[in-house]
Every structure is written in C-alpha cells, then in structure tokens.
C-alpha cells in the first residue's frame, strides 16, 4: 500500500529566505511523487513530478525537490521565498495501475500551509 | 483554453437533501476524477471515468453517493439524502489520458458544499 506524510501542518518563513516542505512517503513499488500547490480559492496545480528519471527533479516558480530512495523523503525546497508563494502545498504518491491491486489513484497528504512574512 | 469548472461555486443545502454537483472538464480529456477535501481530512479520491470504460467507484464514500458522465465529458456527482459530514469540498480533474505519473491531472475549483 501506498502513504504519504507531510510531516508539517503549517510552515512560516520571511520573504526572502528558503523553503523547505517535508514529505515522507511509503511505497511496496517504485512510486512515483508530485508536489501540487493550492492557493486560495484556486484549484490545484501541479508544481513537478518525479517518475523515475532523475532524482532532482525542477519544478514552476522557482521550486525543486529531491528524491530520496533512501530515506523515503521527496522534500520540496525554494531558496526564497516569495510573498505569492503562501498557499499549501500536497505531496502526493502514486504506483502504476495494477501494481499490487493498486488502482494507481494518487494518494494526498494532508497538506502543509506555507506563510509569508514580509 | 479553459480549464476544469465547476458548479456551483457554493452549495449550502439542508441535511437530508439530494444535491448535485457539475464538472465540464477540458475539451478532448478523456479521463475525469472526483475528489473530496474535507477539513483536516486532505484528498481523498471518489471516483474515476476513462472513456467509455466502467467507472472506477472504489473510493465512493456510500451508496448515497453516485457518478454520470454523459457523453464522455461532463459529470455529475449526485449525493443523496445529504449527511452533516459529506460537507467538504468537492474537487472535479481531468486529465488528456487515464491513470498514470505521465498524465497530469487539471483540477477544477471545487465546489464548497456545505450541510445544515
């Protein structure tokens, strides 16, 4: 079975100094991971996805995160932070279709909210 | 073009009640997935059409809960007989394929439903 924790409710930061949003995840199959980021009253939006290529992995505005096999963690990261970057955030996993039983759906985090102090 | 929509925006309805929820996904996607994001509770998958496949109901909370679409493109998520916890909000994606990491899914903005 798949999981994913976001291991913050809520980060805060100033603007200007870097991000960093936990994720943890656990897979029986080589997962594949996605950031997605919700502002507020908007849909979803995908940030970046990893599907086994590399394991930095270059997302929109200016977000990156890093897959880490070893210790199960697809932590996203941005070396400053901007005032429109507060919105929260979902890591989320999911396996191929069939792959033990799997619907292959995508599985959230509960999410963490990021804030921006000026 | 247009993303996903989705209507209503709001939906404040009395506990009992049947609801309905509408999805027009983007032109030409042939896959189209329902959400629900409840208060603390994150995403959690309902339902999932491809094509002119069977649905995948896998994740419908109850059978008060059921899913159409019409003609491959639009949806409806019915609720029937409406419960104080099925308040959440309702989140409608599609995506060009079905399942997998090389399909993203294009989410709508959600209807916030809310029972009284």
């Known amino acids: 079975a798949q999981s994913v924790t976001q291991l913050d409710s809520h980060v805060s930061v100033s603007e200007g100094t870097p991000v960093l949003l936990r994720c943890n995840y656990s897979s029986s199959y080589s997962p594949s991971l996605f950031w997605y980021v919700q502002h507020p009253n908007k849909g979803l939006q995908l940030l970046l996805k990893y599907t086994s290529a590399a394991t930095l992995v270059k997302g929109i505005n200016g977000f990156e995160a890093e897959f880490k096999k070893s210790e199960t963690s697809f932590h996203l990261t941005k070396p400053s932070a901007h005032m429109s970057d507060a919105a929260e955030y979902f890591c989320?996993?999911?396996?191929?279709?069939?792959?033990?039983?799997?619907?292959?759906?995508?599985?959230f985090g509960k999410g963490t909210k990021l804030s921006v102090k000026p | 073009g247009a993303g996903v929509s989705q209507s209503p925006s709001n939906k404040v309805t009395e506990k009992g009640k049947d609801v309905e929820l509408r999805c027009d996904p983007i032109s030409g996607h042939t896959a189209l997935y329902w959400y629900r994001q409840s208060l603390g509770q994150g995403l959690e998958f309902l339902i999932y059409?491809?094509?002119?496949?069977?649905?995948?109901k896998s994740g419908l909370p109850s059978d008060r809960f059921s899913a159409e679409r019409t003609g491959g493109s639009v949806s409806t998520l019915t609720i029937q007989r409406t419960q104080q916890e099925d308040s959440a909000v309702y989140l409608c994606?599609?995506?060009?394929?079905?399942?997998?990491?090389?399909?993203?899914?294009?989410f709508g903005p959600g209807t916030r439903l809310t029972v009284l």
């Open positions: 059409f491809q094509g002119n496949s069977a649905p995948d």
């Open positions: 989320v996993v999911t396996s191929p279709r069939g792959y033990g039983g799997s619907q292959g759906n995508l599985i």
């Open positions: 994606a599609s995506s060009l394929r079905g399942w997998g990491a090389n399909n993203e899914q294009f």
